[in-house]
């Protein structure tokens, strides 16, 4: 292992000192970039196309295309990428697994390496682990490929898809970089030159496309190019993961309802075991007996196996699966919520009537066990594409697997600041009552400071006791879970601001940038950095942010460790971002 690791690193400087190279090249190139006006970005773009058809490779455009693309950063966001992240932008258009710490700006670093290969007109994919993340990218991200000349899309839950749109204003989203996303249609979204989304959307489209009758129903136009966001989840994670399309089938339901009556009838100390790890229930020999009676059977185990499965599945449901932890009910369905993610997976469902046990006990509406249409793990699907890269912050651990199964190299990437982060030691309490007094104590004591405090939670439950604690003491504070998931692009625009107080599950986790001082507001293509420094929203912001860092920056607060060290990483990384 340690010949590995030590391989690994002498590897990864050699390929940094080669990207180094590459970025000089850049660079050179940036006193003639800023020379250009508006209108000569995509006039670029155009003279690029051709060259590609007259036989130019894409690769001899590097210096070129990625020195306009960060000049086109610069004059609409206000944010010049750093060599770090051009070094990023090269290992992804090469189809390599970048590894960028968090708060190293993964999602700029994306943009050059899209924009080259969406020069040759097939269609480019950036895949995220969830919507937000998916609408935030191109809603931020629109206005520079918008000046390349490029369009914008996006594809989320529910069918819901929109193209990037500057004419377009919709300010109910309260976060400036999601109201110029216009609804659009899904087959228009897939024909735009860079199209975001999640790994679900994507590969349930392919699904759908797959079911279709006729070609030209079809929505996907082809696997040329993907950049996968947090590809160690994605890829590796997740990468056994089914998606299934499903159909209903007409097995009568009461059944469901009768099971739940029977086990609330057992005694979990003597009737049955759990095993939460494996997160399986099973009868024990006094609850089979009393079970065979109930339902008037001699020999349950010798003649009514799908009994024993209805009932062993009402015992998960009833002891292992919990509400406002591993789903909610809204609208009188139980809607499933991501142990990785912490957010709603609307239309997904437990299979083998695991989740119509979960309905009778909750009491709602039983939907019928359904037969699988069609069906793709992820693995196989980001295998159809002919170009695949990945950015992650932990991935060298994983570059054996991902070079064995999907070919991917792995380049650790540099930060462009050491990071000034303090990681403090955990502190156990006795009583729960003491660990919240002290959690409220702490966050009381931050927010007078006017320090923007950041409170995980492992659960919606546990959410909502702390926000209850708030209430008590009158702390002002935000509630972001999986619940009031319609209000996070605001909750996270606000989180920043001095004195903040936001209480979050895992879904303020990964990916999710809380800028010091609040959003920052978005520049005009048109504004020099002068101008767009004197208005008063930036110098609003300004004040803010230097308040905020004499504060301390983001305070944040692990309520409990999470099963997975990653998340807890994951949580730990909100703060420190760019060192």
């Known amino acids: 292992m340690l010949k590995f690791i030590t391989k690994l690193l002498d590897t990864n400087q050699k390929e940094l000192d ?13 006193p003639n970039s800023k020379k250009l006006k508006i209108k000569d970005f995509s006039k670029k773009t155009e003279e690029f196309k051709k060259r590609i058809t007259d036989g130019e490779t894409l690769e001899s455009l590097i210096p070129e295309s990625f020195s306009l693309v960060r000049e086109a950063a610069v004059r609409t966001l206000g944010q010049r990428p750093f060599d770090v992240q051009l070094m990023a932008a090269i290992a992804l258009f090469e189809g390599k697994v970048a590894e960028q710490k968090t708060g190293e700006g993964k999602t700029l670093s994306a943009v050059p390496a899209l924009y080259l290969r969406a020069l040759t007109g097939k269609g480019v994919h950036l895949v995220t682990v969830n919507d937000y993340l998916a ?20 594809i989320v839950q529910e ?20 109201a110029h996303l216009k609804s659009a249609d899904r087959k228009d979204v897939y024909r735009a030159d860079i199209t975001y989304g999640t790994n679900n959307e994507f590969g349930f489209d392919y699904l759908r496309d797959n079911m279709v009758s006729f070609p030209d129903q079809m929505v996907q136009r082809g696997h040329y190019f993907a950049i996968v966001d947090e590809v160690d989840s994605v890829l590796i994670d997740e990468a056994r993961t089914p998606l299934i399309i499903s159909a209903p089938d007409m097995e009568p339901t009461d059944k469901y309802f009768k099971f739940a009556d029977i086990v609330m009838k057992l005694n979990s100390d003597t009737d049955y075991k759990v095993d939460e790890k494996s997160k399986t229930a099973t009868l024990t020999e006094h609850g089979i007996t009393k079970v065979e009676k109930i339902l008037g059977v001699d020999n349950l185990y010798e ?19 919990l509400k406002n932890k591993d789903y909610i009910v809204k609208d009188n369905q139980v809607i499933i919520v991501d142990e990785f993610t912490g957010r709603l997976m609307f239309g997904r469902r437990w299979s083998d009537g695991l989740h119509q046990a979960v309905e009778a006990k909750e009491g709602v509406a039983i939907q019928r066990e359904s037969k699988t249409l069609a069906t793709i793990s992820f693995q196989n699907y980001f295998r159809m594409y002919e170009h695949l890269s990945g950015m992650t912050g932990t991935a060298a651990t994983e570059a054996d697997e991902f070079k064995k199964i999907y070919n991917l190299d792995v380049v650790v990437i540099p930060t462009n600041k050491p990071m000034v982060r303090r990681d403090m030691q955990d502190t156990i309490y006795k009583t729960l009552r003491a660990k919240y007094g002290a959690i409220i104590a702490e966050i009381q004591k931050r927010h007078e400071e006017r320090q923007p405090v950041l409170v995980g939670t492992t659960s919606i439950e546990k959410n909502e ?15 972001l879970n999986a619940k009031n998931h319609e209000r996070e692009a605001t909750i996270i625009a606000e989180a920043g601001n001095p004195g903040a107080v936001t209480v979050a599950t895992n879904m303020a986790g990964r990916g999710v940038d809380i800028v010091l001082g609040g959003a920052l507001p978005i520049r005009g293509p048109e504004a020099s950095q002068k101008d767009y420094e004197a208005t008063k929203e930036y110098i609003k912001w300004r004040s803010d942010h230097e308040k905020v860092i004499n504060a301390g920056g983001l305070h944040v607060i692990g309520t409990e460790r999470h099963e997975s060290r990653r998340i807890d990483n994951q949580l730990r990384g909100r703060s420190g971002r760019q060192g």
């Open 18 to 30: 080669r990207l180094k190279k590459m970025i000089d090249e850049v660079n050179k190139l940036e």
């Open 135 to 154: 609408r935030l990218g191109a809603g931020w991200n629109g206005p520079v490929f918008q000046l390349l000349g490029f369009s914008t899309g996006v």
């Open 159 to 178: 069918n819901k898809s929109f193209l990037y749109d500057p004419e377009f204003n919709d300010s109910s989203h309260g976060d400036e970089r999601l």
């Open 303 to 321: 003649k009514d196996y799908e009994s024993i499965h209805h009932i062993e599945n009402a015992l998960r449901a009833r002891s292992l699966y």
């Open 465 to 479: 006791i702390i926000a209850d604690y708030l209430k008590k003491k009158k702390i002002p504070h935000n509630v």
